[in-house]
């Protein structure tokens, strides 16, 4: 299970993109481009990576360069997210995975509480996040993950101009999960060279030829499937707690491969 406490900074990585429902409500441009830095401390690590974000018609592409944790090498990773699924790709494997965003299982589903939240924030003060001049407003999120209940207190600069977020900082309570104690993360997204209505070519938002894409939905159902086959039955002691563990780090580890190092 020592992969299992990755799930979370997956999190933080998307959360700078806000979701909802209307998962892309806040961005106020028909289409834009722009940079983001991501700086991220949780109890293990601080990371800083900074990805290139692309925006037109509901539809965004993310890429990064990330440090695969199998190989310890840098490897360039792509995120799309269209109107139907969120697709993780690695160019150079050729591979990739997708959920629904109907799913439960999907990875982002969480953070769709994030625009609902929004809405009650409370503006706090005034000033710049890098050379836009900005409205500052603050709200917290809750959110469940398992059995664990996770607040994150979340501080934004809008623009003035528009309301664009800027910057924003997000810092986790400490929580417990799978019986783990873990202490509280902090995540700060900072934009910079937003080009405002940008021309995007629509073939950005599509997964390349040559990429072969795994459903994650597949495998979590049958990681599910087994575990009730086995409910009720007798196996030696420990056995369905293996085949939990098993069905939870197979679908983490798979979501994480080669997305962030350890």
Request: aromatic share 10%; net charge positive.
């Amino acid at each position: 299970m020592k992969k299992f406490i990755l799930a979370p900074f997956l999190i933080f990585i998307l959360s700078s993109v806000i979701f909802s429902s209307d998962m892309f409500s806040y961005i106020p441009y028909k289409s834009a481009a722009w940079d983001n830095k991501i700086t991220t401390e949780s109890e293990n690590e601080k990371t800083v990576f900074t990805q290139k974000v692309w925006y037109k018609n509901k539809m965004m592409r993310m890429e990064q360069v990330m440090k695969n944790q199998m190989t310890g090498k840098k490897e360039k990773q792509v995120v799309i997210i269209t109107k139907k699924h969120v697709y993780i790709i690695t160019p150079s494997e050729k591979s990739g995975f997708k959920y629904s965003l109907d799913s439960k299982n999907n990875p982002v589903a969480s953070q769709m509480n994030f625009n609902k939240h929004r809405k009650n924030a409370k503006k706090t003060g005034s000033g710049k996040a890098g050379n836009v001049k900005c409205d500052i407003y603050e709200y917290t999120v809750s959110m469940d993950i398992g059995a664990s209940k996770i607040k994150t207190r979340v501080k934004e600069w809008r623009a003035k101009k528009d309301g664009f977020i800027i910057k924003s900082l997000s810092k986790t309570d400490p929580y417990k999960i799978m019986g783990r104690a873990i202490k509280g993360t902090t995540s700060i997204s900072e934009i910079s060279k937003l080009k405002k209505n940008k021309k995007i070519k629509d073939s950005m938002f599509k997964v390349p030829k040559g990429i072969e894409i795994k459903s994650m939905d597949a495998m979590m159902n049958q990681s599910y499937k087994l575990l009730k086959s086995n409910k009720g039955k007798k196996v030696p002691p420990g056995y369905m707690d293996s085949i939990k563990d098993k069905a939870k780090d197979d679908a983490v580890n798979e979501l994480m491969k080669g997305f962030m190092g350890d």
